[in-house]
């Protein structure tokens, strides 16, 4: 079974550009979480979606945006980048939702890193 | 406030030997669970342990177990036998019940840089 697969694994942009990364999960995985990683700030969560309906949503600014398909792919947007948006971006999947109580596990992807200039 | 607090930024050990790798947490919810996972220079994170609030037992899973110590809020990861694949960043993380619908958040620490020496 293929993992989590994140496209493109490397990015560079320019401060004011906008950028899109893409997740694509494990197949049969239907919630997809994306976060952030810094050194100062370390992991934080940015959102999750569930059938296309993002379920829950990090302290962010609203230049962070996301959606899901209804193939389960994820895509997360990025505007006006600044400097500190610099990190890596990772995304996790997991296998079941409502029910699965608090034991099921992210499996994560290899992230994307993304570089401001 | 910090809800995972991970106070060894670098730790060493000699091969073949055991490590603690500590993690505290805090959370007012009565259900929650708690997470190790490993992420080595490539970025991917790779889980490898798992303890609820209400398991009893301490989680093991082959070379790592948990001492979970509920009464203190510590999740501390234990690694038998080190070797030296075992060398990467480890992260304690904690999802809490009052997620209501939703799972998929995770509150991580800010990780340890184990480094394991032949």
Not at chain 1, 7 to 26: A, E, F, H, W
């Given at each position: 079974?293929?993992?989590?697969?994140?496209?493109?694994?490397?990015?560079?942009?320019?401060?004011?550009?906008?950028?899109?990364?893409?997740?694509?999960?494990?197949?049969?995985?239907?919630?997809?979480?994306?976060?952030?990683?810094?050194?100062?700030?370390?992991?934080?969560?940015?959102?999750?979606?569930?059938?296309?309906?993002?379920?829950?949503?990090?302290?962010?600014?609203?230049?962070?945006?996301?959606?899901?398909?209804?193939?389960?792919?994820?895509?997360?947007?990025?505007?006006?980048?600044?400097?500190?948006?610099?990190?890596?971006?990772?995304?996790?999947?997991?296998?079941?939702?409502?029910?699965?109580?608090?034991?099921?596990?992210?499996?994560?992807?290899?992230?994307?890193?993304?570089?401001?200039? | 406030?910090?809800?995972?607090?991970?106070?060894?930024?670098g730790m060493f050990v000699q091969e073949k030997e055991a490590v603690?790798l500590?993690?505290?947490?805090?959370?007012?919810?009565?259900?929650?669970?708690?997470?190790?996972?490993k992420?080595p220079?490539?970025?991917?994170?790779?889980?490898?342990?798992?303890?609820?609030?209400?398991?009893?037992?301490?989680?093991?899973?082959?070379r790592?177990?948990?001492?979970?110590?509920?009464?203190?809020?510590?999740?501390?990861?234990?690694i038998s036998a080190s070797q030296l694949g075992d060398s990467a960043?480890y992260?304690?993380?904690?999802?809490?019940?009052?997620?209501?619908?939703?799972?998929?958040?995770?509150?991580?620490?800010?990780?340890?840089i184990l480094t394991v020496h032949p």
């Amino acid at each position: 079974k293929a993992g989590v697969t994140q496209t493109p694994r490397y990015l560079i942009k320019t401060r004011g550009q906008q950028v899109t990364l893409s997740c694509s999960p494990i197949s049969g995985h239907r919630s997809v979480s994306w976060y952030q990683q810094t050194p100062g700030q370390g992991l934080q969560f940015l959102f999750e979606y569930f059938s296309e309906t993002q379920r829950n949503k990090g302290n962010f600014p609203g230049r962070f945006s996301g959606r899901q398909f209804s193939n389960s792919r994820s895509e997360m947007n990025v505007s006006t980048l600044e400097l500190g948006d610099s990190a890596l971006y990772l995304c996790a999947s997991s296998p079941i939702f409502f029910g699965g109580g608090l034991r099921y596990e992210q499996y994560f992807g290899p992230g994307t890193r993304l570089t401001v200039t | 406030a910090q809800k995972i607090t991970q106070t060894q930024p670098g730790m060493f050990v000699q091969e073949k030997e055991a490590v603690t790798l500590d993690c505290t947490y805090d959370t007012s919810d009565q259900s929650y669970g708690l997470f190790w996972y490993k992420q080595p220079s490539s970025g991917e994170m790779i889980f490898l342990i798992y303890q609820g609030s209400y398991d009893e037992q301490n989680a093991t899973e082959g070379r790592y177990s948990l001492n979970f110590q509920k009464a203190r809020k510590s999740a501390n990861l234990v690694i038998s036998a080190s070797q030296l694949g075992d060398s990467a960043m480890y992260f304690c993380a904690m999802r809490e019940g009052s997620g209501g619908t939703s799972y998929g958040k995770l509150t991580f620490g800010q990780g340890t840089i184990l480094t394991v020496h032949p």
